[in-house]
């Protein structure tokens, strides 16, 4: 297992970047139900990333 970081400038494209380097059949994000600002920004993240990847997204919602 190994840990990937990203950092600054469009994330959404930089994970679709990495996701297609490693040749991955699908990305998996946890989403958060609740809102607050830093869910919202997420949230937007995701959307990007959905609209813009190639590759499958699952997303799996969190439980209080």
Known sequence: DSITTL????????L???STNVK???IAMEVEVRSNILTDYFRS???DL?????????TI????
């Open 16 to 18: 679709i970047q990495y």
């Open 7 to 14: 950092t600054g400038g469009n994330l959404p494209e930089q």
């Open 45 to 47: 993240f995701l959307n």
């Open 61 to 64: 919602p969190l439980k209080d």
């Open 24 to 26: 991955a059949d699908m």
């Open 50 to 58: 959905i609209n813009q990847s190639k590759c499958p997204i699952l």
